[in-house]
């Protein structure tokens, strides 16, 4: 990703080179000494992320895009038990069956499967 907008062949050889040292990479504590190997260099952003890991510091409070669900229209929600906003996705289920966003074809199989979930 910190390639790309350089071009294809920037990001092709920065994709070979965590390929080539993923090993090394993968097996480095901690994290803040391992990824510059991997990213060619370090990334004062990335620093400061990885460098406040709770989700809870207040280092994320002017950081968070929160919305009022209120204000999503009614939605189709897809996601996976992998996905990471798996959380996200099941939190706005509930704000959108109760603005009555259902009646869609095989909406009722949806919610039954996520209630046995």
């Given at each position: 990703m910190l390639s790309m907008h350089r071009g294809f062949g920037a990001f092709t050889l920065a994709t070979l080179r965590l390929m080539r040292r993923y090993r090394r990479?993968?097996?480095?504590?901690?994290?803040?000494?391992?990824?510059?190997?991997?990213?060619?260099?370090?990334?004062?952003?990335?620093?400061?992320?990885?460098?406040?890991?709770?989700?809870?510091?207040?280092?994320?409070?002017?950081?968070?895009?929160?919305?009022?669900?209120?204000?999503?229209?009614?939605?189709?929600?897809?996601?996976?038990?992998?996905?990471?906003c798996l959380d996200q996705t099941l939190g706005l289920y509930p704000t959108d069956a109760r603005r009555g966003a259902g009646g869609a074809p095989g909406r009722r199989a949806v919610d039954a499967h996520v209630r046995l979930q």
């Open positions: 990479i993968a097996r480095t504590l901690p994290l803040i000494d391992a990824y510059p190997a991997a990213f060619g260099g370090r990334v004062g952003y990335f620093e400061d992320w990885i460098t406040h890991p709770e989700p809870d510091d207040p280092y994320w409070v002017p950081r968070r895009a929160t919305v009022s669900p209120e204000l999503i229209p009614p939605t189709s929600l897809l996601t996976g038990w992998s996905d990471v």
